[in-house]
């Protein structure tokens, strides 16, 4: 099997800012916990959540689209090119998005929180890791984001018993963020001549409506995990919810590092998949041995020894807190199949994003949204709480096997 060494590279480098900005937010949330009661804790999390949505609108799927573009340009000026239309497509949004956050406050109750996440849209109107990752040159971003996040995490630790904390922890996130992409103004977007690429106003709206398809999907991945989040309430006991949010949390840890594998192996992959189909199957088959390898090995520790793993993830088994330990030891064995189902996935995906499938790309979140809608009407309905833990298998089976079936039709159509 041939390895790509620039690709294992390019992995490890997103890997480690993947895990560093998940061991970030596990460790301010207990600062918080101890320091703030909980309805202020709440407010952070909405407001971290909603700053998570506005950036995937102000992105506007220009992450995937972009990247692709740049690792199949041939020369700078082709890259140019596509530098300016990915700051073109996010402008828009980004007018959008401030205006959302700056009326927020008038509006609702704590908005004010909501205002604080205007840092976090300005740093991803100028975002750089499409290119950075298309070009090999994500190491360098990685050890600035870690430089910041622990001088971060220690300004909130010395700060924690000040009445501004939420504000402190929401503003420095959206602070560090815009200053990490800061760094490369100057080296990607405020290159010479740049400003001769930027597209007219009718290939602005033809990129805006090519790319809408892309944000749409993420808009209801995103929303397809948080609104079963909003739901279950209704049908669970406190001590399951609190369970099941820990278990997200690790999907979302997991599905994490599935997405820096994603993004490191995509450069690769577009080449590869330019010169053939024989050379990408090739490249295909070997990714998912790998990726199965690891899954088995991970879903394997989940499924036969949950109890250990759990006492390792929360440093200790806490005999004040059984009930919770032991509910959620059961939900870890339920979800033991679910690392799998992501990893697979992720190529398929990949290979959607190749072919340029947008319009199926999307419908298969608008799909994916729907089966989740359907979900939470059977637990309102009356289907058996108990079965709540399985809805991550659920979610995840649907999108590998409608990615799949996106997929089959794609090559049947080319043959």
């Not at 061991?23 to 407001?47: C, D, R, S």
């Not at 073109?88 to 927020?104: C, E, G």
């Not at 999307?362 to 994916?368: Q, R």
Request: net charge positive; charged share 10%.
């Amino acid at each position: 099997m041939k390895l790509h060494f620039p690709t294992i590279n390019q992995f490890v480098s997103l890997l480690i800012f993947s895990i560093t900005n998940a061991v970030f937010q596990l460790m301010v949330i207990p600062i918080l916990v101890h320091h703030i009661n909980a309805e202020k804790l709440g407010v952070y999390f909405l407001a971290l959540s909603f700053g998570s949505l506005i950036a995937i609108f102000v992105n506007y799927g220009t992450m995937q689209t972009s990247m692709v573009e740049i690792k199949k340009a041939i020369t700078i000026e082709d890259k140019k090119r596509v530098i300016a239309n990915t700051m073109a497509m996010r402008f828009i949004p980004l007018l959008i998005a401030i205006v959302i956050v700056s009326t927020l406050p008038i509006f609702i109750k704590n908005g004010v929180y909501y205002f604080m996440i205007l840092p976090m849209i300005l740093a991803e109107f100028i975002n750089p890791q499409f290119y950075l990752i298309a070009t090999y040159n994500i190491n360098k971003y990685t050890f600035i984001n870690l430089f910041f996040r622990l001088i971060l995490l220690l300004l909130i630790y010395i700060m924690r018993d000040s009445a501004y904390i939420i504000q402190i922890s929401l503003l420095g996130t959206g602070i560090v963020m815009l200053l990490l992409n800061a760094f490369y103004l100057k080296s990607i977007f405020f290159q010479e001549g740049l400003s001769e690429y930027y597209p007219s106003t009718d290939k602005l709206l033809e990129l805006l409506k090519t790319n809408s398809l892309v944000l749409g999907n993420g808009l209801t991945v995103h929303l397809q995990q948080s609104l079963f989040l909003f739901a279950i309430p209704s049908f669970v006991t406190p001590l399951y919810l609190s369970a099941y949010g820990f278990v997200d949390k690790l999907i979302s840890s997991f599905r994490m590092l599935v997405n820096a594998y994603g993004s490191a192996v995509m450069p690769h992959a577009a080449g590869t998949h330019q010169l053939g189909f024989k050379e990408w199957k090739r490249l295909k088959k070997q990714q998912n041995i790998l990726l199965s390898i690891f899954c088995l090995f991970s879903g394997s520790i989940m499924f036969f020894f949950p109890e250990q793993l759990l006492t390792i993830l929360l440093m200790g088994k806490h005999d004040n807190n059984l009930a919770f330990f032991m509910q959620v030891q059961q939900l870890i064995q339920y979800i033991s199949i679910v690392p799998m189902l992501i990893a697979l996935n992720v190529l398929n995906v990949t290979e959607i994003f190749l072919e340029k499938k947008y319009t199926s790309y999307f419908g298969a979140g608008v799909f994916i949204l729907f089966i989740s809608i359907l979900s939470i009407d059977a637990f309102q309905l009356g289907v058996d709480a108990k079965y709540v833990g399985f809805y991550p298998m659920l979610i995840e089976a649907v999108a590998l096997a409608t990615s799949f079936f996106i997929v089959q039709r794609i090559r049947f159509a080319k043959n």
